[in-house]
């Protein structure tokens, strides 16, 4: 099939754009080099939901704000640095496809054309769209990176057929620039590392990646293998904007809800298949899907000391690892967190007495 590897059957695109860094994160090789996450869309869902449902409040609107700030930022520098070359653009009907071909690859949704008019309005239908309020952000974003206009997005239908509409329209300046500081200053990390992977002959994608995904690029559908969630690889900044402005809105209570809602979200995971894998095998997946990579694991009595370089989001991969160890380990923990806001956290896992 065009665009697959025939070596290791993977997205040609995916090891040729991006690089496994040392430290355990994936950047991509051509400007802005942005660092990618391969998420658990599953997880996200869950996230997402507890924290509607704990706070009573639509967080939608954050979510569509973040992804178009990403989007934008990515698509602009992507065109920017293709001028830059030497390239002309092509006509705008053909980077949407090219830009809409490459969500296939990243498992955000398939995608086709249904009207547009250029400057004003477009609209498009995705199969297995990956997240509504997410997918509707990037297509803002991508929109306007190529008209340089904001446009609002209105939708019928659900993941599995949407209907995405975007118009020329107003947006929220206030939201928009506290999202667009969050999306530049980026997250902290640590720059050195010693992680090496075997990479594929053909396309340069860890071999590693091809065992953990199993891509079906024609649905746009990435799955993991061991748990059967959907997956997909996409920009770190712009969820790290929407958790971050959550934070600083609500407090201690979005902390929380984010570490119980992983905790419990994992421990529930890993209790299915931990008959499959085992404790080290599934952090040594962390970097390979650019989370952070654990390391420095000390056990003291029966109390577990962990060290994460360079975590995607503090509290979303401190919370998975407290349900991971949870359910590995057949005891609930009393958890301690502490976040360096310089690229690592500590995490401490006490046993409760039984």
């Known amino acids: 099939m065009k665009g697959i590897c025939s070596k290791c059957g993977m997205p040609t695109n995916i090891g040729r754009t991006n690089v496994w860094q040392p430290n355990g994160v994936i950047v991509g090789k051509y400007p802005p080099h942005l660092r990618g996450t391969i998420y658990d869309l599953d997880e996200l869902k869950y996230l997402f939901d507890s924290i509607a449902r704990q706070t009573g409040l639509d967080i939608s609107?954050?979510?569509?704000?973040?992804?178009?700030?990403?989007?934008?930022?990515?698509?602009?520098?992507?065109?920017?640095?293709?001028?830059?070359?030497?390239?002309?653009l092509p006509p705008a009907i053909n980077i949407y496809e090219i830009v809409f071909n490459l969500?296939?690859?990243?498992?955000?949704?398939?995608?086709?054309?249904?009207?547009?008019?250029?400057?004003?309005?477009?609209?498009?239908?995705?199969?297995?769209?990956?997240?509504?309020?997410?997918?509707?952000?990037?297509?803002?974003?991508?929109?306007?990176?190529?008209?340089?206009?904001?446009v609002v997005p209105e939708w019928k239908g659900d993941e599995s057929k949407l209907t995405l509409t975007l118009k020329r329209g107003e947006g929220e300046p206030e939201l928009e620039q506290r999202i667009e500081a969050e999306v530049e200053k980026g997250i902290p990390s640590k720059e050195e590392g010693d992680l090496w992977y075997q990479l594929c002959g053909e396309c340069g994608a860890p071999l590693e990646l091809s065992r953990l995904l199993s891509w079906d690029m024609e649905n746009a559908i990435i799955i993991e293998k061991l748990t059967g969630n959907r997956t997909f690889f996409h920009n770190t900044n712009g969820l790290f904007a929407v958790v971050k402005l959550l934070v600083d809105e609500l407090g201690e209570d979005i902390e929380r809800i984010i570490l119980s809602s992983e905790r419990a979200f994992a421990k529930n995971l890993y209790t299915k298949v931990k008959e499959n894998t085992s404790l080290d095998a599934e952090l040594n997946k962390f970097p390979l899907r650019s989370w952070g990579r654990p390391s420095q694991l000390k056990k003291e009595g029966g109390a577990f000391f962990i060290h994460v370089d360079n975590p995607y989001l503090d509290h979303i991969v401190a919370g998975r690892i407290w349900g991971l160890f949870e359910a590995f380990k057949e005891q609930e923990y009393i958890f301690g967190f502490e976040s360096s806001g310089s690229g690592y956290i500590k995490i401490e896992l006490d046993p409760i007495a039984s």
């Open 103 to 150: 969500c296939k690859v990243w498992g955000l949704g398939a995608i086709e054309i249904l009207n547009y008019q250029e400057g004003e309005t477009i609209t498009i239908s995705a199969k297995n769209a990956y997240y509504v309020p997410m997918f509707a952000g990037d297509a803002s974003g991508v929109f306007e990176s190529i008209e340089g206009c904001r």
């Open 61 to 88: 609107r954050l979510i569509i704000e973040g992804k178009r700030k990403d989007a934008l930022r990515f698509i602009s520098s992507m065109l920017e640095h293709f001028k830059e070359t030497g390239g002309s």
